[in-house]
T-cell receptor, first 114, second 119 residues
Framework: AQSVTQLDSQVPVFEEAPVELRCNYSSSVSVYLFWYVQYPNQGLQLLLKYLSGSTLVESINGFEAEFNKSQTSFHLRKPSVHISDTAEYFCAVSGTDSWGKLQFGAGTQVVVTP | GAVVSQHPSRVICKSGTSVKIECRSLDFQATTMFWYRQFPKQSLMLMATSNEGSKATYEQGVEKDKFLINHASLTLSTLTVTSAHPEDSSFYIC???????????????FGPGTRLTVL
């Protein structure tokens, strides 16, 4: 079984400042890791994922996350946020024995202010 | 991109009645669909996994007779909350994937969710 911990429930950040959202997981098997974003009144959208290979993965809108096996972490970062990045962000994990079933963290609400 | 819709977006019902929630994949065929439940300020909890044409697989602790799931076609899955009670009030979210269960790296596409309130 897997579990996910998102350490921050809410992260306020000023526009153009950097942001880091923390995610730690536990699992007895190898994992796949995901970040999803949920904008107000919309469904979750995949932001980026780590399946294998390079431990640093990037999204098309400037986010990146790094898989750190020794620290069992998959933190999400963006060097400069926009107002439009205001959303809820969910970290999720799937074990290689889980047939694609996702375990989600509790989510982190990012509020970007001018 | 792939779109998943849910209907209704909100529903209020009386205790003891049954409520059906639909989940549709609009522009792809969803071999596998998942149903989640989300409580306020908490994460999504997987309730069940369904493959088109076969019985759903429920997670531990989820009552299969309470939450009936039907995945009759490659674009539609339904969740029926039977004899609903106030404790069933929650946000129900579905997701769909066009790979089979073995293709676990495929992206899941999520619906916008259904808010159920049982009075």
């Amino acid at each position: 079984a897997q579990s996910v911990t998102q350490l921050d429930s809410q992260v306020p950040v000023f526009e153009e400042a950097p942001v880091e959202l923390r995610c730690n997981y536990s699992s007895s098997v190898s994992v796949y890791l995901f970040w999803y974003v949920q904008y107000p009144n919309q469904g979750l959208q995949l932001l980026l994922k780590y399946l294998s290979g390079s431990t640093l993965v990037e999204s098309i809108n400037g986010f990146e996350a790094e898989f750190n096996k020794s620290q069992t972490s998959f933190h999400l970062r963006k060097p400069s946020v926009h107002i439009s990045d205001t959303a809820e962000y969910f970290c999720a994990v799937s074990g290689t024995d889980s047939w694609g079933k996702l375990q989600f963290g509790a989510g982190t609400q990012v509020v970007v202010t001018p | 991109g792939a779109v998943v819709s849910q209907h209704p977006s909100r529903v209020i019902c009386k205790s003891g009645t049954s409520v059906k929630i639909e989940c549709r994949s609009l522009d792809f065929q969803a071999t596998t669909m998942f149903w989640y439940r989300q409580f306020p300020k908490q994460s999504l909890m997987l309730m069940a996994t369904s493959n088109e044409g076969s019985k759903a697989t429920y997670e531990q602790g989820v009552e299969k007779d309470k939450f009936l799931i039907n995945h009759a076609s490659l674009t539609l899955s339904t969740l029926t909350v039977t004899s609903a009670h106030p404790e069933d009030s929650s946000f129900y979210i579905c997701s769909a994937r066009d790979g089979g269960l073995a293709d676990y790296t495929d992206t899941q596409y999520f619906g916008p969710g259904t808010r159920l309130t049982v009075l």
